[in-house]
Nanobody, 124 residues
């Protein structure tokens, strides 16, 4: 079973940057597409970004496109989310997820393994 641990969250001013990391415990990390989702208080969990196991295919929510970049280092079983030009509306708990499949998808229902999340707070 894959275990995922997020890190890198924190408090940042609007316009600032953060880099989230997600470390996977299992050697089976490599074949899985990975995704980042986020959930703000009182709102449903929403898709932010996803990446194929090779890194060749990525997907982004319109709300983060051009500001966030997802990447992965399969040798280190780690996926990253570089977040630039942060806005107060980016405030949420950010979750890393892994999908037992070959295709990158954008719905949280397709993902099988989840981390516990890391809080990102953007002040105005």
């Amino acid at each position: 079973q894959v275990q995922l641990v997020e890190s890198g969250g924190g408090l940042v001013q609007a316009g600032g940057s953060l880099r989230l990391s997600c470390a996977a415990s299992a050697s089976t990390f490599s074949p899985y597409p990975m995704g980042w989702f986020r959930q703000a208080p009182g709102k449903e969990r929403e898709f932010a970004a996803a990446i194929s196991w090779s890194g060749a295919n990525t997907a982004y929510a319109d709300s983060v496109k051009g500001r966030f970049t997802i990447s992965r280092d399969n040798a280190k079983n780690t996926v990253f989310l570089q977040m630039n030009s942060l806005k107060p509306e980016d405030t949420a708990v950010y979750y890393c997820a892994a999908r037992r499949g070959a295709v990158v998808t954008t719905t949280h229902l397709d993902y099988d393994y989840w981390g516990r999340g890391t809080q990102v707070t953007v002040s105005s």
